[in-house]
């Protein structure tokens, strides 16, 4: 029932970029990407929904692939601040139950 | 606009005690979460309410863990007697109906001796 993220982990340096991949066996109506730093709770960053268009925040998107019931988060040129654990969260219905991924842990180096 | 409020911040019991924690949403938002995030894990759903039903909580420990939503505003989750894997911290959060995003409280901190 939960959606299966990869990476588990990433190290980047300042300006690089990552791709997180969230995937679920089931056909879902959106999906959700959370950031949360240690100690704090998730943050939201954005949604995507079922034939929706690709969604931005900042230098960060994500994009939706329908028949692959697949989610990817794209970290362009990254910073500092962008560490921190990525969550992405999925729901089949409008409103129906809401799973959180394993998070993909994000490291950003100097 | 005020957040999600969650209550207490800390709780530190011995197994077999029990223990409390409460949530107030934002005003407004019908629908309520349960987390629970073990160190190094995501968020696992405990228990979801609309208004004051339950619309899921086939996660939920039911022979320990309880939760209620009385009035469709603030809800209380409660486990008794307590284990040492219940060492988590409790996240609540709610959504409103427009934008569909998750707000979450600050978690309660759970640790069973």
């Known amino acids: 029932q939960q959606p299966v993220q990869s990476p588990q982990a990433v190290i980047l340096r300042e300006g690089e970029d990552a791709v997180i991949n969230c995937s679920s066996s089931?056909?879902?109506?959106?999906v959700h990407w959370y950031r949360q730093k240690h100690g704090e709770a998730p943050v939201f960053l954005m949604i995507?929904?079922?034939?929706?268009e690709q969604m931005r925040h900042e230098k960060i998107s994500a994009s939706f692939n329908e028949k692959k019931q697949q989610s990817s988060l794209y970290l362009t040129a990254s910073q500092l601040s962008y560490s921190g654990t990525y969550f992405c969260?999925?729901?089949?219905?409008?409103?129906?139950?809401?799973?959180f991924g394993s998070g993909t842990k994000l490291n950003v180096k100097p | 606009e005020a957040g999600v409020a969650q209550s207490p911040r800390y709780k530190i019991i011995e197994k077999r005690q029990s223990v409390a924690f409460w949530c107030n949403p934002i005003?407004?938002?019908?629908?309520l979460y349960w987390y629970q995030q073990i160190l190094g894990q995501g968020p696992k759903l405990l228990i979801q309410?609309?208004?004051?039903?339950?619309?899921?909580d086939s996660q939920l420990p039911k022979d320990r863990f309880s939760a209620e939503r009385l009035k469709g505003v603030d809800s209380t989750l409660k486990i008794q007697p307590a284990k040492l894997e219940d060492s988590a911290v409790y996240l609540c959060?709610?959504?409103?109906?427009?934008?569909?995003?998750?707000?979450f409280g600050e978690g309660s901190r759970l640790t069973v001796l």
């Open positions: 959060a709610s959504r409103g109906l427009n934008t569909g995003e998750l707000f």
């Open positions: 089931k056909a879902l109506y959106s």
């Open positions: 995507l929904l079922k034939g929706g």
């Open positions: 969260g999925t729901e089949w219905n409008n409103f129906n139950k809401f799973y």
């Open positions: 005003s407004g938002h019908a629908t």
């Open positions: 309410f609309q208004n004051n039903g339950v619309v899921d």
